[in-house]
């Protein structure tokens, strides 16, 4: 509903009723790529690594938002961000770092004869 509200006070009405191949070709993409490999690939690294580490890894995400704006022309990051990229990096890196001890495999229940 935002981005509909938001479409038609940008853009013009008439342009989102008729998408052209562009619009087409970048909804295709959104809904191959982004969507269904996104979590063909997030549900892997779930089952490889674990539920806790792979939610530690979103955390790369404003990592790679950083980088990616200073490199396409966004500059480089305040004092805040840089202070956030800290604390994110000192979370990820207390997070992934291994225990060393391996986890415990629940017993079984007993049960009654």
């Known amino acids: 509903v935002m981005l509909t509200g938001l479409a038609l006070l940008v ?3 008439a342009s989102l ?8 070709t970048a909804v295709g993409y959104l809904a191959i790529m982004v969507t269904a490999v996104a979590f063909l690939l997030w549900y892997r690294t779930v089952a490889a690594v674990g539920a ?3 939610g530690l890894l979103t955390g ?5 938002a950083a980088g ?17 990229l800290a604390v994110v990096i ?16 629940p ?7």
């Not at 790369?60 to 790679?64: H, M, T, V, Y």
């Not at 017993?107 to 004869?113: F, N, R, V």
């Open 17 to 24: 009723a008729a998408p052209g191949p562009r619009q087409w």
């Open 90 to 105: 000192a979370g990820l890196a207390i997070g992934l770092r291994s225990t060393g001890t391996p986890a415990r495999e």
């Open 11 to 13: 853009e013009r009405p």
């Open 107 to 113: 017993e079984p229940a007993p049960t009654s004869p």
């Open 60 to 64: 790369f995400a404003p990592l790679a």
């Open 68 to 84: 990616a704006g200073a490199v396409t022309g966004g500059g480089a990051p305040g004092p805040t961000v840089w202070l956030g």
């Open 52 to 54: 806790g580490r792979a």
